[in-house]
């Protein structure tokens, strides 16, 4: 999922993020990423720097200065430095749920800046970013995203921004029981909510709430010899097996092995 913040210029969007950071923090969401902090000489903006979130520090970003062969954002220069640990940071940011990126713009959209860092990750399924995006680029952002989902809010929806991410790991799962199975579990199907991404093994073990029950599926860790799972109507991938990944709105079935004469 790509969550896009947008709005007008200087309308306080990193000011807010920064506050949504640490909201997310407490609620449990594992993040990395950066911000931009403006950095004033007088009345005038000379730059901005780049807060890295995990590590709380702030290195130069963009500045005022002579660009000669390097990159322009505007009337800034991208530092290579800045540039380096931004990238570094991109990376990095695999092992986390979430990658906040504050911002992206018409450099990235030309492939340059951020781009051949930002490119991979944000095309992760294992993961989503959280970016802010200038109102009049948004459209073309949403072409070369399309079309992996996104969700668009403005400035003055952040409270739904903040509501929606803390959201975005929780899946409901359907599982459907068949034969005794039913009477195992005392009833046909079942709906069960997670508040992050199971695999199927930690769906089988929420479901065996019993000794009896875990009985029935597991010999050990793995699953007794006559009984077949299925998700969405097939067997989970022999690579990954229980250790598979469950989606939202995924479907498990439950059977005993048919015999036949």
């Known amino acids: 999922m790509i969550f896009i913040l947008t709005g007008a210029v200087k309308s306080g969007k990193t000011t807010f993020l920064r506050s949504l950071t640490e909201e997310l923090g407490s609620a449990g969401v594992s993040m990395d990423g950066f911000l931009s902090l403006r950095v004033m000489e007088g009345r005038e903006t000379a730059g901005y720097d780049l807060f890295d979130i995990q590590e709380g520090r702030s290195r130069p970003f963009l500045r005022r200065i002579g660009c000669g062969d390097g990159q322009k954002v505007g009337a800034f220069c991208l ?17 986390s749920d979430l990658l906040v990126v504050d911002e992206i713009g018409q450099l990235e959209l030309e492939g340059k800046g951020l781009w051949p860092a930002l490119k991979e990750a944000l095309f992760d399924e ?15 952002y949403g072409r070369i995203f399309d079309p992996f989902p996104v969700k668009i809010f403005e400035e ?6 903040a509501k929606s991410i803390i959201r975005m790991n929780e899946i409901s799962v359907k599982v459907k029981f068949f034969a005794y199975f039913r009477e195992i579990f005392g ?52 690579a990954t097996g229980l250790d598979s990944k469950i989606k939202d709105g995924d479907v498990v079935s439950i059977f005993p092995l048919m015999g036949g004469g």
């Open 156 to 161: 003055n929806e952040r409270a739904d921004l």
């Open 187 to 238: 009833l046909k199907e079942r709906d069960l909510e997670f508040s992050r991404s199971v695999t199927l093994r930690q769906l089988l073990n929420a479901l065996c709430d019993t000794p009896a029950r875990r009985a029935e599926v597991f010999a050990s860790d793995q699953l007794k010899p006559h009984l077949v799972v299925m998700v969405n109507g097939a067997s989970p991938p022999a």
């Open 79 to 95: 530092l290579p430095e800045g540039l380096a640990q931004a990238e570094n940071i991109i990376l990095r940011s695999r092992t």
């Open 126 to 140: 294992q993961r989503s970013a959280l970016l802010v995006i200038r109102r009049n680029l948004v459209a073309e």
